[in-house]
């Protein structure tokens, strides 16, 4: 076997880690992705709490936000709230309307209106929250 075809246990694993944190970044979360239609609905039903993520595919603290719900996930689920996010790039009509401005922020829905989520974006904070 030709010298050059040999690759070392270190760049095999680097490669493979490399190839698996892409995958998990370009990989969408397992909550619902809003249109303007489905937006409407989502933020109208006053009979049960959700969350929306205002994200881009490729903003950092989106994906971060987006990680940190899909962590939270079931817990929030077992408790009936409803999960989804915006895409920006997609549906910029939706961030102009709702004057988004820094992607990755959190809204709740209560009672059919949008709150601003002010506390710290971390899985212990939401799911204290959400238990109030």
Do not use: H
């Amino acid at each position: 076997m030709p010298l050059y075809l040999l690759e070392d246990d270190q760049v095999r694993s680097l490669w493979r880690y490399s190839r698996s944190t892409t995958a998990r970044r370009f990989a969408s979360p397992n909550f619902a992705s809003l249109t303007p239609d489905s937006y409407a609905l989502f933020v109208n039903d006053s009979s049960s709490l959700g969350v929306v993520v205002y994200s881009q595919a490729w903003d950092a603290l989106s994906q971060t936000t987006e990680q940190i719900l899909e962590e939270v996930q079931d817990v929030l689920q077992a408790r009936g709230v409803r999960l989804a996010r915006v895409v920006c790039s997609d549906w910029p009509e939706i961030c102009d309307a709702e004057d988004i401005r820094e992607y990755g922020q959190l809204r709740l829905v209560i009672g059919g209106e949008l709150v601003p989520w002010t506390g710290p974006t971390e899985t212990k904070a939401l799911v204290r929250a959400i238990k109030l």
